[in-house]
């Protein structure tokens, strides 16, 4: 299971998040494991069937102002009610003032307790994509991710077949390479892939016979990108005759990464083909597909169809002409 310390969480997001930590230590009793946060209001009331402590705790205006309205001895009820369970981390928003007794507590149960003055939906809302990128299911493929027309075609093949070489041509024709030889892939919400590339690498490419290029450095900014989504695959494999090669475009192969399918195009390689021109009429049709809603070859199908229709229903009318 993924986990993420309420120390790391305090250390990535400090600034932005506006963060001021309360309690003495950062060191948690429970890392954090899920991306999900919780309001413990009814906790705080005395409900506690359906109270979530894997999560981070909020407490907002609505916690404080109910607290506010008890008794000294009820609110140290309500917080030792809620300290029975444990904790990852518990972040107040508003810049509100918390009972002294609950930051006590914390410090005695190992409940780190962090302060923002970002109001409690914006500061819920920022958290909960800091997370869902932490939590966020990964995978290291080999090959090269370049943007083509707008469209992520991630070249996939065995080493040396050309995949370098092939992004390296697209950069130079005006594409923008995002990763080479090791891209990270990241499954987000929607079924969405994010390729990116090596922090130690960047934008560096290897090319056999010349070495180690830097991409920016030899055709500009405007020749990269950090990020991207994969939408296609291209597959570079030497060309054999044993082996069926789709030619008409009927049926979509499909792969999958992560659970996501997405579209698989199977590439052979020969002698003098133009491997580039044909990357960027893939992704051309690609966005034709998913834009326009048009598929040529299914067009051309229904045409072929909609013709011998015709044809056959003139041969029987000529038959039936007796006049």
């Given at each position: 299971?993924?986990?993420?310390?309420?120390?790391?969480?305090?250390?990535?997001?400090?600034?932005?998040?506006?963060?001021?930590?309360?309690?003495?230590?950062?060191?948690?009793?429970?890392?954090?494991?899920?991306?999900?946060?919780?309001?413990?209001?009814?906790?705080?009331m005395g409900f506690v069937e359906n109270f979530l402590p894997e999560r981070i705790q909020i407490l907002a205006q609505t916690e404080l102002t109910y607290l506010a309205t008890l008794t000294p001895e009820q609110v140290r009820a309500a917080i030792d009610r809620l300290f029975q369970f444990e904790m990852p981390l518990i972040v107040v928003c508003k810049?509100?003032?918390?009972?002294?007794?609950?930051v006590q507590r914390a410090n005695q149960g190992q409940v780190?307790?962090?302060?923002?003055?970002?109001?409690?939906?914006?500061?819920?809302?920022?958290?909960?994509?800091?997370?869902?990128h932490m939590f966020a299911p990964?995978?290291?493929?080999?090959?090269?991710?370049?943007?083509?027309?707008?469209?992520?075609?991630?070249?996939?093949?065995?080493?040396?077949?050309?995949?370098?070489?092939?992004?390296?041509?697209?950069?130079?024709?005006?594409?923008?390479?995002?990763a080479d030889d090791v891209v990270t892939i990241t499954r987000r919400h929607g079924d969405v892939l994010i390729g990116s590339g090596?922090?130690?690498?960047?934008?560096?490419?290897?090319?056999?016979?010349l070495g180690i290029i830097d991409v920016q450095a030899i055709f500009g900014i405007r020749s990269i990108r950090l990020q991207k989504r994969v939408e296609v695959e291209v597959n570079l494999r030497e060309w054999s005759a044993d082996e069926d090669y789709e030619r008409v475009g009927l049926d979509d192969r499909k792969t999958?990464?992560?659970?996501?399918?997405?579209?698989?195009?199977q590439v052979p390689i020969t002698p003098g083909k133009n491997i580039t021109v044909i990357a960027e009429v893939i992704a051309l049709n690609y966005l034709i597909k998913v834009t326009g809603g048009y598929s040529p070859a299914e067009r051309l199908n229904q045409h072929l169809i909609e013709i011998m229709k015709r044809k056959s229903a003139a041969r029987s009318w000529v038959r039936e002409d007796t006049e």
């Open positions: 299971m993924q986990t993420l310390s309420t120390a790391r969480l305090f250390e990535d997001q400090r600034q932005e998040l506006q963060l001021e930590q309360l309690t003495e230590s950062m060191a948690s009793i429970r890392e954090i494991t899920v991306s999900d946060i919780h309001r413990p209001g009814m906790a705080l810049g509100l003032e918390v009972p002294p007794y609950l780190p307790v962090l302060r923002t003055p970002q109001s409690t939906t914006p500061f819920i809302h920022s958290l909960t994509l800091y997370l869902d990964q995978v290291t493929a080999h090959g090269s991710l370049v943007d083509v027309y707008g469209c992520g075609l991630l070249f996939t093949g065995r080493s040396a077949i050309g995949k370098s070489e092939t992004a390296l041509d697209l950069v130079e024709r005006g594409h923008r390479l995002v090596n922090q130690l690498l960047r934008h560096h490419m290897e090319i056999r016979g999958s990464i992560l659970g996501v399918e997405i579209p698989l195009v």
